[in-house]
């Protein structure tokens, strides 16, 4: 099992620009495939972003690609979503997410697919 903690949330104008951070602990993180997810109110959880435990396969939501971009640091065990751009309709709550990868391209972009959640982190865009 791993724990995961984020951070970097907040209340950001449209067109900037916010960082969140996974903070991954227990297990050996950097074997497990990392996903951002955000839920907004009344809304069903969504896939944003996924990264394969190698760092060398990565996929988007089609809302986010080209604004949002997902990185990780194994040595610090810790997956990043840099959100540039932001939008209203970006507002939620941002989950980090972890699998355990058996290989090091894979990477999951559906929900039921990872064991190990994170609290969540709330972005706010004003408009």
């Known amino acids: 099992q791993v724990q995961l903690v984020e951070s970097g949330g907040g209340l950001v104008q449209a067109g900037g620009s916010l960082r969140l951070s996974c903070a991954a602990s227990g297990r050996a993180a950097s074997n497990y495939a990392m996903g951002w997810f955000r839920q907004a109110p009344g809304k069903e959880r969504e896939f944003v972003a996924a990264i394969s435990w190698s760092g060398e396969k990565m996929d988007y939501a089609s809302s986010v690609k080209g604004r949002f971009t997902i990185s990780r640091d194994n040595a610090k065990n810790t997956v990043y979503l840099q959100m540039n751009d932001v939008r209203p309709e970006d507002t939620a709550a941002y989950y980090c997410?972890?699998?355990?990868?058996?290989?090091?391209?894979?990477?999951?972009?559906?929900?039921?697919?990872?064991?190990?959640w994170g609290q969540g982190t709330q972005v706010t865009v004003s408009s």
């Open positions: 997410a972890a699998t355990y990868a058996y290989m090091g391209a894979y990477y999951y972009t559906g929900a039921h697919l990872y064991t190990d």
